[in-house]
């Protein structure tokens, strides 16, 4: 394996989720790479699982916000234009509403703790 094979290995595994010790154990293998830069290589990597964490968080908050207008949007044009509320409209629109939530609170989760887990 060369140089740059060993690196793009390495950052599969950072991205993977492997621990920073055994990334750095791995790439120092590489005759071309020292110590110094096998840290910097994974700094570099954890800041880029890290950026693309967030960017998956952000994404989880917008879509969890936007559903959770769903019931709110209902609850409002119903008391305050129509003066009405149907029940069995208002459980249909709590589903998408209750999902939105749960996007929402993983997405804030994902920004305060951006090393937990990745899905997408």
């Not at 060369?2 to 055994?22: L, M, N, V, Y």
């Not at 234009?81 to 939530?101: C, D, E, N, S, W």
């Amino acid at each position: 394996m060369d140089t740059q094979q060993h690196i793009q290995e390495a950052k599969s595994k950072i991205i993977w989720g492997e621990k920073p010790e055994s990334v750095k154990q791995f790439l120092m293998q590489c005759e071309g790479i020292n110590e110094l830069q096998a840290d910097g290589l994974i700094k570099t990597f954890i800041s880029e699982r890290n950026n693309h964490a967030r960017g998956v968080a952000v994404q989880k908050i917008v879509t969890g916000s936007l559903l959770l207008l769903i019931p709110i949007s209902y609850l409002c044009v119903g008391y305050f234009f129509l003066r009405v509320i149907h029940f069995k409209i208002l459980a249909i629109t709590l589903i998408p509403g209750v999902y939105g939530l749960l996007k929402l609170l993983e997405g804030i989760v994902l920004i305060l703790k951006p090393n937990s887990r990745i899905e997408e």
